[in-house]
C-alpha cells in the first residue's frame, strides 16, 4: 500500500516568506508527526496529531511555526516570516494509535532552504 | 527531560565482522526503546523495538535488548554486511508532562567494506 507521503520534497524560499509543508500520512493512521532533521542530527520532535487534535506541540521553536490536520489525514505544516535557521529536512510520519510503543512510518522529507 | 545517546560515527568494518552500536537513555517513567535505520536515499524505517524491560528486538540478524538497569539499548549483529550500510538511530518514547514525545539520538553512520 502507499506510504507516507510529503511534498515538495523541496522548498528553496527567502527569508521573511511563508511557507507551507504538507503530509500525507498512511491511510487509517490516527497519529501524526512532524519532525526536524538539521545535517548530521536525529530527527527532533515538532508536534504531533491524535486524529485532528495536537496532542503535544511542546517541540514548536516558536510562533513563526504552526500545523494542522483539519479532517484528521492531511496535514500542512506552516512557517511564517522564515529564517535561515530554519533550513532544515521536515520530516512526516504517521502511526496507527499513537506514540507510545507504536511503529512510527516515515515520509521521505522536505528540504527546506531558507536564503 | 528524556535524551538518547549513540556513539559518534562513522563505524566503519569489514563484511562478516561483528557490529555494536552503543545506545543509553535517561527517561521518565517506562519508556517504549526503537531502533530505525536510515539506507542511503531512503527515508527512516523501524529496524526493532522493545516495549519493555529485558525484551529482545531483532530483525534482520540485527538485536537489541531492552536493559532497565543500565538504562541501555546496544544494537548488535553477528556478521554485517556491505548491504547494511546505513544510518542507524535509537529513539525512545517515554511519558513527559501527560504525553509521549519521540525522542531520536544524533545517528550513526555504518560503513561496510567488501
Known amino acids: 500500500g502507499a506510504g507516507v507521503s510529503q511534498t515538495p520534497s523541496n522548498k528553496v524560499t527567502e527569508k521573511g516568506k511563508y511557507v507551507e509543508l504538507r503530509c500525507d500520512p498512511i491511510?487509517?493512521?490516527?497519529?501524526l508527526y512532524w519532525y526536524r532533521q538539521s545535517l548530521g542530527q536525529g530527527p527532533e520532535f515538532l508536534i504531533y496529531f491524535q486524529g485532528t487534535g495536537a496532542a503535544d506541540d511542546s517541540g514548536l521553536p516558536n510562533d513563526r511555526f504552526f500545523a494542522v490536520r483539519p479532517e484528521g489525514s492531511v496535514s500542512t505544516l506552516k512557517i511564517q516570516r522564515t529564517e535561515r535557521g530554519d533550513s532544515a529536512v521536515y520530516l512526516c510520519a504517521s502511526s496507527l494509535k499513537g506514540p507510545r510503543g507504536d511503529t512510527q512510518y516515515f515520509g521521505p522529507g522536505t528540504r527546506l532552504t531558507v536564503l | 527531560g528524556n535524551s538518547v545517546t549513540q556513539m559518534e560515527g562513522p563505524v566503519t568494518l569489514s563484511e562478516e565482522a561483528f557490529l555494536t552500536i552503543n545506545c543509553t537513555y535517561t527517561a521518565t517513567g517506562y519508556p517504549s526503546l526503537f531502533w530505525y535505520v536510515q539506507y542511503p536515499g531512503e527515508g527512516l524505517q523501524l529496524l526493532l523495538k522493545a516495549t519493555k524491560a529485558d525484551d529482545k528486538g531483532s530483525n534482520k540478524g540485527f538485536e537489541a535488548t531492552y536493559r532497565k538497569e543500565t538504562t541501555s539499548f546496544h544494537l548488535e549483529k553477528g556478521s554485517v554486511q556491505v548491504s547494511d550500510s546505513a544510518v542507524y538511530f535509537c529513539a525512545l518514547t517515554s511519558e513527559s508532562g501527560g504525553s509521549y514525545i519521540p525522542t531520536f539520538g544524533r545517528g550513526t553512520s555504518l560503513i561496510v567494506h567488501p
Open positions: 491511510s487509517g493512521h490516527t497519529a
